[in-house]
């Protein structure tokens, strides 16, 4: 963790820890934009290479910040749980990428260890148990595990088996476009879905921003999934007051 993420965590979580609910974002790490400010915690570099705090090398885990703090209206803390290679990604593949399932599992078992009211995976994950097993104790601890379900076209979705093991409390999230119709590239759910959670939120042409703040939109599951993660927390904060 960068001295500047341990200092925020200090600052905001030694004074109010409960006035806004910690949501942990499992990715590429995300910038200190003006938008951003004061909704950022903590990062912390699972990928070992102990990188600045808030300096990402891509910009997905900005864009996933940034719709997270809008579809929340800001009132979100956000803790960064950096996964992307050090190496960087090779050629033709989208960021983030991390070839290992211990950077993934060592990110979701700190979010774990901190307590945090919701875990974003705006990820692919390969099929590993470890991730799995991950996965099953966060929601086991009654944390909401939210996952993108895939932007493969697929008539089932991506990260299935940890859908399957975070039950009830992880949820897959689909893609629609702004006309509320399922993205064409989409992972959908199985006809007679069984054991998991799966929902649609928009994420065809969602506003957000890149890690040097100007503004962009973003398509496909990646960017649909803090939205439901948003609504979950929303939820929640409103059965707890």
Not at 82 to 95: E, L, Q, S, T, V
Not at 125 to 146: K, Q, R
Request: aromatic share 4%; with cysteine.
């Amino acid at each position: 963790m960068g001295l500047l993420g341990m200092a925020l965590f200090a600052a905001v979580a030694g004074s109010t820890p409960a006035a806004a609910p910690r949501v942990a974002i499992i990715d590429s790490g995300v910038a200190e934009t003006p938008e951003l400010h004061g909704k950022l915690i903590a990062e912390y570099d699972m990928a070992g290479a102990d990188r600045p705090a808030f300096r990402p090398r891509y910009d997905h885990g900005t864009m996933v910040a940034t719709i997270l703090s809008r579809a929340a209206a800001g009132e979100v803390a956000i803790v960064s749980l950096r996964i992307d290679d050090p190496a960087g990604c090779r050629p033709g593949a989208n960021p983030p990428c991390q070839p290992s399932a211990a950077p993934i599992v060592a990110a979701i078992r700190k979010a774990i260890d901190l307590k945090v009211d919701a875990i974003n995976i705006s990820l692919a994950l390969a099929d590993d148990p470890a991730i799995t097993a991950a996965v099953h104790d966060a929601a086991s601890a009654g944390i909401v595990v939210v996952l993108a379900a895939g932007n493969n076209g697929l008539s089932h979705p991506g990260n299935l088996a940890m859908a399957r093991q975070g039950f009830p409390n992880a949820v897959l999230v689909g893609a629609l476009d702004a006309a509320g119709q399922p993205w064409t590239g989409t992972n959908r759910p199985e006809p007679q879905a069984q054991g998991y959670l799966y929902v649609w939120q928009r994420g065809v042409d969602v506003p957000t921003t890149l890690a040097d703040g100007r503004a962009v939109t973003g398509t496909g599951t990646s960017f649909a999934a803090p939205i439901e993660t948003a609504r979950r927390i929303a939820n929640h904060r409103r059965r707890t007051a």
